[in-house]
């Protein structure tokens, strides 16, 4: 195409002469300046060029980097490579060998995206982030995204829609909200990592992970700051009671003390409230990751402990007593991944005791079909919701619409070894997910979240709505 060609193809004569106009309206001090910045925003955005990269995750394995260029800016994402190595007491042979087989997965992704996905995305507008989408999902037709991958997919996608924001001149979580169809954005409340264990942790707690949820805060920079007050007094406790040995942190940053049983873990941060003076004011989560503890149709309490005692082999029903004592005795509202991945029956007979939050992790995946056999059978009443178990934005966004339609909460989750991209921040704001779970107050790649949600609710201002006590309701 001539000049001569383009100039008329985008009309840039009239154009120009609004540009001049406008600048005379505004007084503007730099007109040309001015009118440069005007003609800048009046050209179409286009997408000329997509790079990727590998970089690094939060625990030193392979990721995925991408950069979308257009004909006006570069847009960076990344996201946590698949298979991303998880447990603290895997041996180094083994870690070495899966840090390889990550590797060589990450370099195959970043191939493909520099070569066939960069192809395919030229000349798309970066607003219309659907059908960018779906020309991602049509390069990967594989069952579970397994020939490009979720986590590239993921990055390409979330650059994109970093791109369709800088285009619309609006914040990353105004455009994600517009993508949602929401008129109102909502500051999620953070459920805080305070203790790791499971496979997160060298400790001998079975579990993965326990949370604090300051409800009762009145804005999310207070409860930010409740949280991470609470940290650093467990911190203390811990000392005193367990020795400066147990102050070591587990994969999402909590703390790993000396302990083997929920309520030690539970009674440690109790201290830790009350100490901070928020007693009330903050409430409890638990992950189980059940998953990585289930032997056949029992639950092995005791699956990292060297010398077993066999008193802490558990029946399903065994642990529906073990929640149902744990939520009389605490203020515990939320219980991620009780069960089996695949234990859809004793999942519903907890969630139907309605005791609190039953949050589905593996037993959901964030896939579709899941999700709606979960809610026909009242299996759980929440979504933890990892991006990169989708593959795409937009296919995130229909997840969380889905277990929004439900009535359900939806946790807006990272992921083992994430990266320091913060945009499950935005997703969470502008999807008024009222939750989200990005680790403790402590690792580079938790902060980032947590600190893009800080500044977000100081541009929102007097419009920045905290979710506090209706963190499960709130946008419904």
């Given at each position: 195409m001539s000049v001569q060609e383009y100039l008329e193809k985008h009309l840039l004569s009239r154009k120009i002469e609004e540009a001049v106009n406008a600048a005379v309206?505004?007084?503007?001090?730099?007109?040309?300046?001015?009118?440069?910045?005007?003609?800048?925003?009046?050209?179409?955005?286009?997408?000329?060029?997509?790079?990727?990269?590998?970089?690094?995750?939060?625990?030193?394995?392979?990721?995925?980097?991408?950069?979308?260029?257009?004909?006006?800016?570069?847009?960076?994402?990344?996201?946590?490579?698949?298979?991303?190595?998880?447990?603290?007491?895997?041996?180094?042979?083994?870690?070495?060998?899966?840090?390889?087989?990550?590797?060589?997965?990450?370099?195959?992704?970043?191939?493909?995206i520099n070569d066939k996905v960069s192809e395919a995305l030229v000349g798309m507008d970066p607003q219309q982030q659907a059908q960018i989408d779906q020309a991602i999902m049509d390069l990967d037709k594989a069952r579970h995204k397994a020939d490009l991958g979720a986590n590239a997919m993921l990055a390409v996608s979330i650059a994109a829609c970093k791109a369709?924001?800088?285009?619309?001149?609006?914040?990353?979580y105004k455009h994600i909200a517009d993508l949602v169809g929401k008129s109102a954005t909502t500051l999620p409340v953070p459920a805080i990592t305070v203790i790791n264990g499971g496979k997160h942790a060298g400790n001998g707690l079975p579990i993965q992970e326990i949370m604090i949820l300051p409800v009762g805060a009145k804005n999310f920079e207070e409860a930010m700051q409740m949280g991470s007050e609470t940290y650093h007094h467990l911190k203390d406790i811990i000392l005193e009671k367990c020795g400066s040995d147990s102050c070591n942190i587990g994969d999402h940053g909590g703390f790993a003390p000396n302990i083997s049983s929920i309520s030690e873990g539970l009674d440690l941060v109790?201290?830790?409230?009350?100490?901070?003076?928020?007693?009330?004011?903050?409430?409890?989560?638990?992950?189980v990751a059940a998953t990585d503890f289930c032997v056949g149709k029992k639950y092995d309490l005791e699956f990292k402990s060297t010398k077993k005692s066999g008193?802490?082999?558990?029946?399903?029903?065994?642990?529906?007593?073990?929640?149902?004592?744990?939520?009389?005795?605490?203020?515990?509202?939320?219980?991620e991944?009780?069960?089996?991945?695949?234990?859809?029956?004793?999942?519903?007979?907890?969630?139907?005791?309605?005791?609190?939050?039953?949050?589905?992790?593996?037993?959901?995946?964030?896939?579709?079909?899941?999700?709606?056999?979960?809610?026909?059978?009242?299996?759980?009443?929440?979504?933890?919701l990892k991006a990169n178990q989708v593959g795409t934005v937009t296919e995130?966004?229909?997840?969380?619409?889905?277990?929004?339609?439900?009535?359900?909460?939806?946790?807006?989750?990272?992921?083992?070894?994430?990266?320091?991209?913060?945009?499950?921040?935005?997703?969470a704001v502008g999807a008024a997910a009222g939750q989200i779970k990005a680790g403790a107050p402590c690792r580079g790649e938790c902060l980032t979240k947590y600190n893009?949600?800080?500044?977000?609710?100081?541009?929102?201002?007097?419009?920045?709505?905290?979710?506090g006590e209706n963190w499960r309701t709130h946008g419904l």
């Open positions: 309206r505004a007084k503007a001090p730099d007109p040309v300046l001015f009118i440069a910045g005007h003609m800048r925003r009046a050209a179409p955005a286009v997408i000329t060029r997509v790079r990727a990269r590998q970089i690094l995750d939060g625990h030193g394995a392979p990721a995925v980097e991408v950069e979308l260029h257009t004909n006006k800016a570069v847009h960076r994402a990344s996201a946590a490579g698949s298979g991303a190595l998880e447990g603290a007491a895997a041996d180094s042979a083994g870690a070495s060998e899966r840090r390889k087989i990550l590797a060589r997965a990450v370099a195959d992704a970043v191939r493909v369709g924001a800088a285009e619309k001149e609006v914040p990353l109790i201290a830790a409230i009350e100490r901070a003076g928020y007693n009330g004011r903050i409430k409890l989560a638990i992950d008193q802490n082999f558990k029946t399903a029903d065994d642990m529906i007593e073990i929640y149902s004592q744990l939520c009389s005795e605490y203020p515990l509202v939320s219980i991944q009780p069960f089996d991945k695949d234990d859809w029956e004793h999942s519903k007979k907890l969630t139907t005791l309605e005791l609190c939050q039953v949050a589905g992790d593996d037993l959901l995946m964030s896939d579709p079909e899941r999700i709606k056999r979960a809610v026909s059978e009242y299996t759980c009443n929440a979504l933890v995130a966004i229909e997840v969380l619409k889905q277990a929004k339609d439900a009535h359900w909460g939806v946790m807006v989750s990272h992921r083992s070894g994430d990266t320091e991209d913060s945009f499950i921040a935005d997703l893009q949600l800080l500044r977000i609710e100081e541009e929102l201002g007097s419009e920045g709505v905290y979710a």
